[in-house]
Structures are given as C-alpha cells and as structure tokens.
C-alpha cells in the first residue's frame, strides 16, 4: 500500500515539475526569442522589464489575461474556447513520456524516476498527441467564422498533416536503427554507455525530422497558417486576451519539446560521448551524475530552441505551393529512402534478420 | 542614371543544384544573421545614453531671468510677431511698487504662452527678443496626453533661479554683435559692406 502511495506522489510531483517546467521554459522562451531576435538585428531586445529585460514575460503575461476579451457573436463559442484549449493541452501533454534524466536514488532507498511515464508505446504516443493538435488549430480556426482565420487552419492543418507523414517514416527508421524500441528511455539507453549518438546513423533522418519539427511547431519558414501578409493573423485573428496567450504559448511548449525530443533521440539526451563522461564519472556519486546528464540535456534543448530561432530570423517564409512541394515530392521520398538505407546498413549489420 | 552599385537584373534562370538543395543557402544566411551576434548594436539606448547634438541644437525655450532673479521679458511682443507659426500669445501687466525684484522692466508679461505642437523651433523669436529674455535651450519638450498640456505657460517656461539655464553657447560673440546691428539679415553678417552701410 505503501508502495502505491509513494508512486503516485512521486508521480504527482513529476507531472507538476514538468508542468511547471514546460510553462517557465515557454514563458523564457519568448524572452530569449525577442532577445535573440535583437542580437541577431544590431538590437538590444527588452531590456527595460527587470535587469536584461527578465520580467518582460510576466508583464507580457499579465498583460494578456488583462485584456478585453472578445468572443465573436457569430462563432460557435463552444468550439471557439475548445481550440485554444486543445491546442495546449496537447501541447503540456508532449512532455509525459520524456525522460529527463536518468533516475535519482533517494534517502529511503526508492528509486524516483525523472520521467512521467515510460510508456513502450512513447514515440506513437508523442505523434498521435501531436496530431491532435492539429484539431485544436483547425477548431479554434473554423469556430472563428472569419474566412482569414478559415484560411490560416486549413493552410496550418495540411501542413501539419503533409509533414507529419515524412516525420513519421523518419521516426520509423530512426526505432529500427536504435534497437527496435518505440519507448523513449530505450532510445536514449541506447546512445549512452560508448554508443554512438543516433545522428551519426541517421544524419539525413535527423535532417528530416528537423525540417518537420519546425513544420509542426508552425515556426519560420513554416510559418504560413498565421502569415500576417496574408490572412491578417491566420487561425488566431479573432481571438484576444489569454486565449490568443494559449495559441502563441503553446507554440513556444511544442518548440520546448520538439526540441527536447530532437536532443533526446537524435544527440543522446542526458547521455554525452563516453571520454567526456570519463572525466568526471568517477569522481562524483551516482546521483551528481544523473544531475549533470540532466544539465547537459537541458544544454542541448537550449540550443536547439535557440537554432529554431535563428533559422526564424534568417529566412523568409515559405510559399504555399512551395512547402506543399517540399513536403510531398522531397521529404517524403527522401525518408522513404532514408528507411531503405536503414534497413539495409542494419540488415547488413545484422541487426535484422527476415 | 545609376543609383545604386547593388542592382542586379533580374531573370527568370533555373536554379542550380547548390540552390535547390536549399540547406547550403540556410547555413550561408544563417552565418550572416550569426555574425550581426558580434557586430555593434545600432541603438541608442535613449533614455540612459543620449545622441550627441549640436551646440546650437534649438529645442524648448526659455524665459531667462537677470542675476538679481527679475524676468527679463516685458511683453513688447516683437517674439509673437517674429513668430511664423503663431505660437506665442502673452498679456502684459504693470508693474506694482515693491515688484521691482521680480520684474525688471515696468512692463510684464502676466500669461506668456507658447503652443509646443505650432512651434516650428525656427528661433526667430530669440532673435528678435529686444531684451535677451527668450533663449532655445538643448531640453526636449516632454510628450503629453492631452493636446492642453503643450501649451506651455510660464511656469514651464521661466527658469528656476537655483536652475539657472546656460545659453551661453547662444550667445557667441558673433551673435551679441549681430544683435547690436539693427536691420541685418543673417546673411549680411560676413559681408563687410553691408555691415559698414547698417552701421
């Protein structure tokens, strides 16, 4: 009895930490974007909310929840209010599966595991969560009953359709190629103790399933659902206060852990190359050890999210015909080819057997 | 008529190889946005850091005060006259007995009024200020909410006597001579028969 009781609550703090977690790194997100964005322009970037411009989320934030709040009389108020909040709440739920970091021992002996729950099934579980994302966009787009925002969920939802097809082949060559296990903590396993990082046996899929992570997130150069140009502000054009807040956060939690999930299963996670962990491996505890492997995965996010920002502030948005083309006749074809590659190295690795 | 060294024709050529790839133009942009990273900032960080200006910079007047603390202006309007966009508007008073250190002429201006959204900071009602009483200073005139609040009166206007304003970089001898002069236009200072034929 006991021993349930001690899971659940170990289970319940880990749920809010990444809760927590999730909606700090979000809120930072939009601080570090602007602040990148500045820097990349010869710019300082906020720098009057707080020392280096810090506070500026939260008074963006409470901004947002003190704004008017409109809900159009011709929209479907149901669906209206049940898109944003879709759209986050798969965002928040991404983060369950994820391994954080290797688990902790604690006082009395349990073993407390940084990670909500390893499902076997977690990469499915991530894709499928993800693509009912989709819904919360295309809902909240279609409840708007503004044809700019009708346009914006149709562009945003092929997108992420079209994208998720080659993500998924990409994914598929990706689990063959690391043991033939869909749990994440498998994956990572995989990469650590003198294994080499997923990237070097899968570059183009890494490639691939960049490419489709920033179409996902809806980020630069995939940014046509909300393409101001274009459709005034695309899917969210009706909405104001902190449901356009839900809308623009939970794009900065799918770039968290997009980006989490790209430094997990394509550059080790919270495992780094053997001679560097030889360093300091045996000079510290079991513990200090799982929390350093946390540091340098949070490292690796950091600079992931980071890059994701860059590419934003470089190029130029994609035309639609132009991302359909990309999607369809050369990413699609190419993760095919990448899946046979895969197949083949691994078969001749024997690694497979028919 | 060549513009620019920039231009480029444009035509309608297939893209090569390299440029279909895409990826090797991504990283060639974003090596460029990377190095504006160590380039130096473009902004002036206003508030803390000002831009330098001119010695002569014509920003928010001043109504100047003698070293005995009385107001030099006694409201003979040569400024609102001067003035090209009607900004100034005064009611004289006359002086009391016993006022004499407040007021140096014995004629005042009671209200002394300048609209800062009409002035054009031209500075033509300095020049034309008999008595060295209005000066443009290098302050800013501060936004407001209220189209009201820029009509500036005098208590805006009349220096603080333990704020004393330096406006001495508006009256360089070239300028105190050109004042002594009456009748010369600016351009007729440096042209010595001119200033023979005034004087």
Known sequence: ?354 | MQLTNRRKVVSDKKQTVMEQLYLPGLLKGMLITGSHLFKKRATVDYPDEKRPIAPIYRGLHVLKRDDNGAERCTSCGMCAVACPAEAITMESGERKKGEEHLYREEKYAKIYEINMLRCIFCGLCEEACPKEAIFLTDRLVDAEYERDDFIYGKDKLVEKMDQRIDVTKRQTPEVLEFKKIKGLKHNELHDPKKLKDKH
């Open chain 1, 1 to 354: 009895m006991l021993v349930i009781w001690s899971f659940i609550i170990y289970k319940a703090i880990m749920c809010v930490a990444v809760f927590a977690v999730s909606l700090a790194i979000a809120a930072y997100s939009t601080w570090w974007e602007r602040k990148f964005a500045g820097w990349l322009q010869d710019r300082y970037g906020p720098k009057r909310a707080g020392p280096f411009g810090l506070f500026q989320p939260l008074a963006d934030g409470g901004k947002l929840f003190f704004k008017e709040e409109i809900i159009p009389n011709v929209s479907n108020k149901f669906l209206f209010i049940l898109g944003p909040s879709l759209v986050m709440i798969t965002a928040l739920m991404t983060g369950a599966v994820i391994p954080w970091g290797r688990p902790l021992h604690l006082n009395n002996g349990d073993i407390f595991a940084l990670q909500i729950t390893d499902l076997n099934i977690g990469f499915l579980y991530l894709l499928g969560v993800v693509s009912v994302g989709v819904y919360g966009i295309m809902i909240g787009g279609w409840a708007s009953n503004n044809k700019y925002a009708l346009l914006g969920a149709i562009r945003a939802s092929s997108q992420m359709i079209s994208y998720e097809v080659a993500m998924g082949l990409a994914v598929i060559a990706l689990v063959i190629s690391s043991g033939g296990s869909l749990s994440l903590t498998d994956i990572y396993e995989s990469q650590g103790d003198g294994g080499l990082a997923n990237v070097c046996w899968q570059p183009l899929g890494f490639i691939i399933f960049f490419v489709c992570a920033l179409a996902e997130t809806n980020r630069a150069p995939f940014d046509l659902p909300e393409c101001e140009a274009e459709l005034v502000g695309g899917y969210h054009t009706e909405y104001s206060s902190m449901k356009l807040g839900l809308f623009l956060f939970a794009e900065y939690i799918n770039m968290f852990i997009s980006s989490a999930i790209m430094a997990g299963v394509y550059f080790g996670g919270y495992n780094m190359p053997e001679w560097f962990e030889n360093l300091y491996r045996s000079h510290v505890s079991l513990d200090t050890f799982a929390i350093i492997g946390m540091a340098c995965y949070v490292t690796k996010i950091f600079i992931f999210i980071s890059v994701f920002m860059w590419i934003r502030w470089t190029i130029p948005r994609f035309r639609y015909d132009q991302l359909m083309n990309l999607g369809w006749k050369i990413l699609i074809p190419l993760s095919l080819l990448n899946l046979a590659l895969t197949v083949g190295v691994e078969f001749l690795r024997g690694n497979i057997t028919i």
